[in-house]
């Protein structure tokens, strides 16, 4: 079953520089800049007719989450990969965003407060993955009673992805998920 991503916030966080990257990455060259309004790229790598995707430069426009699903589409066709895959490849971040998973590691808590670095393990992209964040007063002590009971959470903030590592940055709203 393919899963088609229609989460326009999600699509919306794209980062046009990103999407270079990957797309050189994949052997994909620049056809064409019109203005700074869009780069057109093409693949001369791929058997089929030399396909295209037009890459908005700005997120703002209103037709941005569309361009950033038909490039999904595209890609999908091409590298024969689900869009989720590929999406967990491009997302850079998230803002305002719910992980549910569980506490993996709680790191020595910091010595001047209730505080401390946690590591999560939650669903990104439809893949468990490791995420690091800081807590701290009531929702470090919940995240240590999640941790020592392997209880579920729930945990809202900015999913941050750099150099392939997760970050939650302002975290908030760190409840127990009762199931």
């Not at 794209?14 to 797309?23: F, K, N, R, V």
């Not at 700074?36 to 001369?44: E, L």
Request: glycine share 4%; proline share 5%.
């Amino acid at each position: 079953m393919n899963v088609t991503i229609k989460d326009i916030e999600l699509l919306k966080n794209l980062q046009p520089q990103q999407i270079s990257y990957y797309l050189e990455a994949k052997g994909w060259k620049q056809a064409q800049q019109i203005d700074s309004r869009a780069i057109i790229w093409t693949s001369s790598d791929i058997k089929h007719e030399a396909p295209q995707i037009v890459l908005p430069l700005n997120s703002t426009l209103p037709d941005f989450p569309v361009s950033m699903n038909l490039m999904l589409e595209t890609l999908e066709l091409i590298e024969n990969r689900s869009q989720i895959e590929i999406l967990a490849d491009l997302i850079t971040g998230i803002p305002n965003t719910t992980i549910q998973g569980v506490v993996m590691q709680i790191q020595t808590p910091n010595a001047d407060k209730l505080s401390g670095e946690i590591t999560l393990l939650g669903v990104i992209a439809d893949k468990l993955r490791k995420i690091q964040t800081s807590l701290a007063d009531k929702d470090y002590i919940l995240a240590i009673k999640a941790y020592q009971e392997r209880l579920p959470f729930l945990c809202t903030g900015d999913l941050i992805k750099e150099n392939q590592t997760f970050t939650l940055k302002n975290p908030r709203n760190f409840t127990l998920d009762d199931l």
